[in-house]
């Protein structure tokens, strides 16, 4: 069985900030993969990366960085410089449809 | 286009009524999911159509039946619905029904039953 956990459920930081959304995962596959999506109040969850099991490459994307690290079976999220636009729940999900609780994030101005 | 479009966005109905919730996709995609969101929680898993076929029903009771006419449709109907059910559906689809693929979301059905 996989479990995703997202241990902070709510972050305030205020405009500029920079901020780490945490993600710890457990699974017993040995190729996985794992993404993180954003749910503006909108309701629509975004897609913002996908990271499979054989990379353990940081990514970065603008103002987005993600830091894969199987040993401690964490990929975690930074967003630099936070913008009010970034308020939203982010969550962590392991490929077969298991989603972590999710991180509330409110950026203040 | 990476669209998928549930409709309608929101949704009042009493407990004896029959309604039903509509996703469309035009990507080409061969899975297509129902999730519930209930406020403050994450998606939960109701129902996986893999090539038009039923692949996964997470227990979800009989008031709730789903219906794929086709690769590009997705239905929910729903009957005899109960107060508890009120939450947000989120239809979503993805290339394949398999680990790697992105799931691409619609906006979802904001449902209240009285």
């Known amino acids: 069985a996989q479990k995703v956990t997202q241990a902070q459920t709510e972050i305030s930081v205020v405009e500029k900030e920079d901020v780490t959304l945490d993600c710890v995962y457990e699974?017993?596959?040995?190729?996985?993969?794992l993404f993180w999506y954003k749910q503006p109040p909108s309701g629509e969850l975004v897609f913002l990366i996908r990271r499979n099991s054989f990379d353990e490459q940081n990514e970065i994307s603008g103002r987005y960085s993600w830091n894969f690290q199987k040993s401690t079976s964490s990929f975690n999220f930074t967003i630099t410089a936070s913008q009010v636009v970034d308020s939203a729940v982010y969550f962590c999900?392991?490929?077969?449809?298991?989603f972590g609780q999710g991180t509330i994030l409110t950026v203040h101005p | 286009d990476t669209e998928v479009t549930q409709t309608p966005k929101h949704l009042v109905m009493g407990m004896t009524n029959k309604k039903s919730l509509k996703c469309e996709q035009h990507?080409?995609?061969?899975?297509m999911y129902w999730y519930k969101q209930k406020a403050k929680k994450p998606p939960e898993l109701m129902f996986v159509y893999s090539y038009e076929k039923l692949s996964i029903n997470e227990s979800v009771p009989s008031r709730f039946s789903p219906e794929c006419p086709n690769s590009s449709l997705l239905n929910l109907h729903l009957h005899a619905l109960q107060p508890e059910d009120s939450a947000l559906y989120l239809c979503?689809?993805?290339?394949?029904?398999?680990?790697?693929?992105?799931?691409?979301f619609g906006a979802g059905t904001r449902l209240s039953v009285l």
């Open positions: 990507m080409g995609h061969r899975a």
């Open positions: 699974t017993r596959d040995t190729t996985y993969y």
């Open positions: 979503a689809s993805s290339l394949l029904f398999l680990a790697k693929n992105i799931q691409y």
């Open positions: 999900t392991h490929g077969k449809l298991t």
